[in-house]
């Protein structure tokens, strides 16, 4: 769907390490290049994507915001709060991915052996989390293609790197609604079973379930939940790989109001 309007453009993490800062400079050069060749990008971030994305825009200059056409936020986490209660909370989410979490972010980097017990912990419970997501279902070639490289990241990618994308999810602040993180078009989507992953107490949750607030950091976003025609298959957080069917109706009809506005009015 996306291709129908341009080319596709995507930052691939190393695997074997991860820096805030490495990121924030491609995502710069590239919307510097594609500035030069006159194109005014959509930018999608997804799940922990979107933090890392907010936090790039929440420091850039209005020079960089000009150049970016809109937004798009999928199942966005802005900070660790979203995936971990606080202590006294007890109900609710889903406790293996807490409590690996949590036990992830206080490991000591310099401990190469607990670090790595507790990074095999956390590829068996994004393992079984992907699984519980297949379940019962036709897979086509397209799809077990799509799960064999999940797989084989899930697998593959060696402790350092797991640590860092963890440690930089930490870092990241959740944004005061005191100021605009980006003033141009925004499109989020959240799942409908997007508590099955964020915890109830989730930050990110709580501001766009309120429109007062969302629209002070987003002044032009629309929030819509993401449904399957299935009651029996809601849709998870993310999943974009089973429910693209459902994502891709929303996006392709806010995008197409976003690049052809003359067309839909006419209509």
């Given at each position: 769907m996306l291709r129908r309007h341009g080319s596709i453009y995507y930052i691939n993490y190393p695997r074997n390490g991860f820096c805030r800062e490495m990121l924030a400079a491609q995502l710069g050069d590239l919307l510097h290049d594609l500035k030069r060749k006159g194109q005014k990008p959509m930018v999608m971030g997804i799940s922990f994507g979107c933090g890392l994305l907010l936090d790039y825009l929440a420091?850039?200059?209005e020079a960089i915001h000009e150049r970016v056409r809109g937004i798009l936020l999928i199942s966005p986490v802005i900070c660790t709060?979203?995936?971990?209660?606080?202590?006294?909370e007890k109900q609710g989410g889903i406790r293996f991915l807490e409590s690996n979490l949590k036990k992830l972010l206080a490991a000591n980097p310099e401990r190469q052996e607990?670090?790595?017990?507790?990074?095999?912990?956390?590829?068996r419970c994004f393992q079984a989390l992907f699984n519980s997501g297949a379940e019962n279902r036709s897979l086509g070639v397209r799809h077990l293609a799509i799960r064999s490289k999940i797989m084989d990241v899930i697998n593959k990618t060696p402790c350092r790197g797991g640590f860092?994308?963890?440690?930089?999810?930490?870092?990241?602040?959740?944004?005061?609604i005191n100021n605009s993180v980006f003033a141009g078009p925004v499109l989020t989507l959240l799942a409908e079973n997007e508590l099955d992953i964020l915890v109830p107490s989730s930050p990110t949750m709580r501001l766009f379930r309120d429109q007062q607030s969302y629209t002070r950091l987003f002044p032009r976003c629309p929030v819509r939940t993401v449904r399957s025609a299935d009651p029996l298959d809601g849709v998870a957080h993310a999943s974009m790989i089973f429910h693209h069917q459902a994502y891709n109706e929303l996006i392709d009809g806010w995008y197409s109001k976003l690049l052809y506005p003359r067309l839909q009015l006419a209509v």
């Open positions: 420091a850039a200059p709060d979203d995936l971990i209660r606080p202590v006294h607990e670090l790595e017990k507790h990074i095999e912990r956390s590829r860092e994308r963890m440690a930089a999810l930490r870092e990241l602040s959740f944004p005061s």
